[in-house]
């Protein structure tokens, strides 16, 4: 799961989602409040939400779930009040870390968070100590069989987005936080479903992993981290090729 290769995680998150169906379900309903409760409950009128829905439909999350998560977002249902709150780390062999958590708890988020970088010989940092390694903006991945690289630029571009950068595997598009709403219904018009549609943080400096042992443990953390109930996503800047990744992993 090199930092640098967002498609290496989407296809390792795919593999293990089935194992962990009540924790997508738990993010996802949080994140499906949080958006009703910003842009509102119409899906028609709110892109974040929109997307979300679809990320609930390719899950098979239960459509009860959905409404329940809606309506506690518009103030329909009681429930807790969720925050958004972005931490910084540094793991082993120095990788920079961004983790998004939505909690009930700012203090024992904070806390589990901070155990767990030093559990795994890492170190929770002062906000703003690592997120300049990062570009934070839109990210969707689109698999290649889907639209050509040309068409994809034209209608990416006309959107807003700022970037298509092609791969093996497919093509990245970026654009700013602001326009990812206008980016993502002009991708869902043309009837393309991204591997990933996220607002994300996109590492612009790399750590070289090259000792599977060091990778070992970067991936250990990784997995602890993301294994927390508060954690809705981890970003992170090591760069491994795939043989490394794939040593680590055995």
């Avoid at 795994?120 to 689109?142: D, K, M």
Wanted: proline letters at 3%.
């Amino acid at each position: 799961m090199a930092g640098h290769n967002k498609w290496s995680k989407v296809k390792r998150a795919k593999a293990i989602t089935d194992l962990r169906k009540g924790k997508v379900f738990s993010r996802l309903s949080r994140d499906i409040t949080l958006a009703a409760k910003s842009g509102g409950g119409d899906a028609g009128a709110n892109a974040r939400l929109r997307t979300l829905l679809l990320k609930a439909r390719d899950a098979n999350m239960p459509v009860e779930n959905i409404e329940r998560a809606i309506k506690k977002g518009t103030g329909e249902l009681p429930g807790v009040v969720f925050e958004e709150i972005t931490y910084e780390g540094y793991g082993p062999g120095g990788v920079a870390f961004v983790v998004k958590v939505t909690t009930d708890n700012k203090a024992r988020a904070a806390q589990e968070v901070r155990s767990t970088f030093t559990h795994h010989n890492g170190n929770l940092a002062s906000a703003g100590a690592v997120a300049f390694q990062f570009l934070h903006a839109g990210q969707f991945l689109v698999t290649r069989d889907q639209i050509t690289e040309d068409a994809l630029l034209e209608l990416a571009l006309e959107a807003g987005a700022d970037d298509v950068i092609p791969s093996e595997q497919g093509f990245e598009v970026r654009c700013s936080i602001h326009a990812f709403d206008k980016v993502s219904h002009a991708l869902e018009q043309k009837g393309l479903k991204p591997d990933s549609a996220e607002i994300a943080y996109i590492p612009t400096n790399f750590v070289p992993v090259a000792d599977v042992a060091l990778a070992r443990t970067l991936l250990k953390l990784h997995d602890a981290l993301e294994e927390m109930d508060d954690v809705q996503a981890v970003y992170s800047n090591e760069e491994m090729d795939d043989a490394v990744s794939t040593a680590a992993l055995s």
